[in-house]
């Protein structure tokens, strides 16, 4: 196991990687690392061009590659592997301020076409605080694609302005989504396919919506507008905790006539745009295998939807979010912070995202989860 330093005015010094004034380039990292290696990519300049990821871990052994951004040296734990990006942010880093400055590195296809990065049969890779996009949105172009590769986790990463955003192709399988933010795209936001199986999507952000789902779980994540928020139309799907909102189509869809599976969700808020626009819809054959404990409400006409929740123990009734406009989803009506599917020891849970303990620089802050916001 060693640290290895990454420059976008890489390679330097003698090239050796091991240190800021030797660093590689990201091109050389991406290919040379070696299983246990802990990659740290500077914030200093842009990485710019298409990369192909050549290195990967053991699947057998469980040995993995993390590539980790950070801003200064200084300010990192290299020991327990923290980068001074994850320091100091009271909730994610980046999708509670997308926009923010120095809680990304820049790897930018900078109008190139093809995908901005590739990763094929490559396994146990790890991202952590990358910004990954292009301005070229023609067919198939992704910001990240990922295929026959497993085991590999994006923390606090963002994925824009590309035909895909990220693209999970044939037979991934354990990839691990949490942290991130989703915008500008043409086709979709993520795209699972393919065989592709067992994807973890979680406390990310999708503005734009449209997540395809394919044998994959989805939880506590927002989506705000697009035709559809999910689309868990092939296959086995397990859907809870989400905030769907402002979908012009319908905000969670599922079945298919090619590979019809099944659903199960719970937990849910869905806000469609209009009263005459379905919270769940049903596309071709496929069975709904649960529904329960959800909300639906039209925030902007201030009724119930024609079409109402069904779902066992649902709600047909306003979430009272605090300001919607401005993307603050708490939650203030007291039913729903208590309405939730109950757990093993029988206590109810919330609807909705729920906000972690871990992810507030004072533990005491999370007593009262009523007080709480997904932004700030």
Request: hydrophobic letters at 35%; a neutral charge; one cysteine or more.
């Amino acid at each position: 196991m060693a640290n290895r330093f990454v420059s976008s005015s890489g390679p330097k010094g003698n090239g050796s990687g091991d240190s800021e004034e030797n660093a590689w380039s990201l091109t050389y990292a991406i290919t040379n690392a070696y299983a246990r290696d802990y990659v740290w990519i500077k914030n200093d300049g842009v990485y710019a061009g298409t990369f192909t990821v050549g290195c990967s871990g053991s699947q057998s052994e469980n040995t993995h590659i993390y590539f980790i951004g950070y801003n200064n040296f200084a300010n990192c734990d290299l020991v327990n592997h923290i980068s001074d990006m994850d320091l100091g942010q009271p909730f994610w880093g980046g999708p509670m301020n997308p926009n923010s400055l120095n809680c990304w590195v820049d790897i930018n296809g900078m109008g190139a076409a093809g995908n901005v990065v590739y990763q094929y049969q490559k396994n146990n890779i790890h991202w952590r605080n990358i910004h990954f996009h292009n301005s070229n949105k023609s067919a198939y172009n992704c910001a990240y694609y990922l295929k026959y590769s497993n085991n590999s986790t994006f923390t606090k990463c963002k994925f824009t302005d590309s035909y895909i955003n990220l693209w999970v192709d044939t037979n991934s399988q354990n990839n691990n989504f949490k942290y991130c933010y989703f915008e500008n795209y043409t086709a979709a936001n993520m795209d699972i396919s393919s065989g592709s199986m067992f994807i973890l999507i979680s406390q990310s952000v999708f503005a734009g919506g449209l997540l395809r789902m394919y044998r994959s779980i989805c939880c506590h994540n927002l989506f705000i507008g697009g035709s559809y928020g999910i689309g868990a139309y092939s296959f086995q799907n397990i859907v809870f905790n989400n905030v769907m909102y402002n979908q012009t189509s319908h905000c969670l869809g599922y079945g298919s006539n090619t590979s019809p599976g099944s659903l199960t969700e719970y937990n849910n808020i869905f806000i469609p745009a209009g009263r005459t626009i379905p919270a769940i819809y049903k596309n071709g054959s496929g069975t709904l295998a649960f529904s329960g404990y959800g909300c639906a409400y039209c925030i902007s006409e201030d009724c119930i939807l024609d079409d109402i929740y069904a779902g066992e123990k649902g709600f047909n009734v306003n979430p009272q979010f605090v300001n919607a406009s401005e993307n603050n989803f708490r939650i203030l009506n007291p039913s729903l912070l208590r309405g939730g599917m109950p757990d093993c020891t029988g206590t109810s849970s919330q609807i909705g995202a729920i906000l972690q303990q871990y992810q507030f620089p004072q533990r005491a802050r999370a007593a009262n989860r009523a007080k709480l916001s997904i932004f700030k």
